[in-house]
């Protein structure tokens, strides 16, 4: 077995790590310095590691992409999805075509493109990007009207660009195509992932009540082999797996579940770990040394797709809904492109039509710049916007037990988020396992000291002695007092 592998991959990490630490003052998001990072490990820098097979890129960031988009539906709840259902879906089609139309019209006036080439260049990168979007917003306290928006679209716009960006394809091949049958291929693959992905959902949920008395590791371990059922029976049907995959989680994550707490931790660090996965790969799949050739088309593409196709896209279909003017503009400026724009530009290299790479290396300057520029001023903007909320906490940490004894006795804080959870319960009620006491609670910065007949109410942060076996028992019996809102 060749152990110098494990060493790079220890060393790539230990690195990622430390650079993420020294550049959280500045607002970096990680997924840049991932992405940093592969093309330094990659062929043209210190060429430690080669690679350019796009296929198994490919293969790996689908997979890194199920859990990415699981995780981003499962923290999704339905009240914030009220008003922003019907804006997410037309962005994410009507709006993936708009977006390409207007964006390859302007590259191939001002850099006279052949307009074919241009629209497929600007269909490549037409979609905002589920692994960038969601790795951004995931920890952010930005208005949850607006990550609802930008999340439902990210993960529901990735088969109209793929359609789309193969319908181009096929035109400048001179194949014939049936324009019917590709309508109906892309509605099914939407449509179809939304339906498969909610009935898998439901499906899951009666399951784990039949499973409900098997320990946490039981949980996460199903709901790994749900995510992946829930992908391949709607790509078996020709549906849009990524997609059946967000809904599935949506459903998931507004039920009541055994352990909802700690499952959330686990999905958001499976999206957290694959994230990272990602980047790294795509920038070991980097050139850099053919950068200086068609940085400017690169650059020009960036330009036009940020400051003019996006935002006319965003105001003219949202024109009928009733989202502010700073929802909107904020809305604009998150259309970061990622992971999929750089998939979508292998497919012209496999068939052909790009052997230099070039369209390739123009798509990949383009996708840095919106990870650089829109990814790490995308809480300022909210902020200047005034759609930032108060930080939001935790729902648990453990919390260091100070004693000169060995003891198996921890102290957590647990947090009752008024946002997902509601009505009320008294102590007394309870039935907490034997040695776990409620010592103190934090009620709007005041703390309180609680008897058997103290009201625990949504927004309070507990302070719990309990046994370290018993704590997963303690979290859950503590939410299952509350209502899921929307559930």
């Not at 152990?3 to 991959?9: G, K, P, S, T, V």
């Not at 339905?78 to 997410?88: G, R, T």
């Amino acid at each position: 077995m060749d152990f110098n592998i494990f060493l790079l991959i220890g060393v790539i990490i230990s690195i990622i790590v430390f650079f993420a630490s020294f550049f959280k003052r500045w607002n970096v998001p990680l997924i840049l310095i991932a992405l940093a990072i592969g093309i330094i490990f990659g062929s043209d820098v210190t060429g430690i590691i080669y690679f350019d097979n796009t296929e198994l890129t490919k293969q790996i960031t689908d997979i890194a992409l199920m859990f990415i988009l699981f995780a981003g539906g499962y923290d999704t709840r339905f009240k914030d999805l009220k008003y922003v259902l019907k804006p997410a879906l037309l962005l994410s089609s009507v709006g993936v075509v708009l977006t390409a139309v207007l964006c390859a019209l302007l590259f191939s006036l001002i850099f006279k493109w052949d307009f074919l080439q241009s629209l497929l260049l600007a269909a490549i990168i037409s979609s905002t990007d589920a692994s960038a979007v969601f790795s951004i917003l995931r920890k952010s306290n930005i208005d949850k009207e607006t990550t609802s928006l930008a999340k439902l679209e990210s993960a529901t716009n990735d088969p109209m660009a793929i359609i789309f960006t193969t319908l181009i394809i096929q035109i400048i091949l001179g194949n014939n195509f049936n324009t019917f049958t590709t309508i109906l291929m892309f509605l099914w693959a939407f449509i179809g992932g939304i339906a498969l992905g909610i009935l898998i959902g439901f499906l899951g949920k009666i399951i784990i009540k039949k499973i409900k008395d098997l320990d946490a590791g039981y949980y996460h371990l199903f709901i790994i082999g749900l995510i992946f059922l829930s992908f391949s029976i709607a790509e078996l049907c020709k549906a849009n797996g990524l997609m059946a995959v967000f809904f599935t989680g949506l459903i998931l994550g507004n039920t009541k579940l055994p352990y909802d707490n700690r499952i959330s931790t686990f999905t958001d660090t499976l999206s957290f770990i694959t994230n990272v996965m990602i980047y790294v790969l795509l920038g070991l799949l980097a050139f850099p040394s053919k950068f200086p050739d068609i940085w400017l088309y690169g650059v020009g593409l960036f330009l036009i797709l940020t400051l003019v196709a996006r935002p006319v896209t965003v105001f003219l279909l949202t024109s009928f809904s009733k989202l502010s003017i700073q929802k909107k503009t904020f809305i604009s400026w998150n259309g970061i492109r990622g992971t999929v724009p750089i998939v979508l530009a292998t497919y012209p290299i496999i068939l052909g039509l790009d052997p230099a790479h070039r369209m390739f290396n123009i798509i990949f300057i383009a996708v840095i710049l919106s990870v650089l520029v829109q990814g790490t001023t995308l809480n300022k903007m909210a902020s200047l916007l005034k759609l930032s909320n108060k930080k939001r906490k935790h729902n648990f940490n453990s919390m260091e037990l100070v004693t000169v004894h060995d003891t198996d006795v921890e102290l957590i804080e647990i947090f009752i988020d008024e946002e997902i959870y509601s009505g009320e319960c008294i102590i007394a009620d309870l039935e907490l396992p034997p040695n776990s006491t409620i010592t103190m609670i934090n009620r709007n910065d005041e703390v309180i000291a609680p008897s058997g007949q103290t009201k625990i109410l949504p927004g309070d942060i507990l302070y719990v002695l309990v046994e370290k076996e018993n704590v997963d028992i303690v979290i859950d019996k503590l939410l299952s007092k509350f209502e899921k809102i929307n559930y």
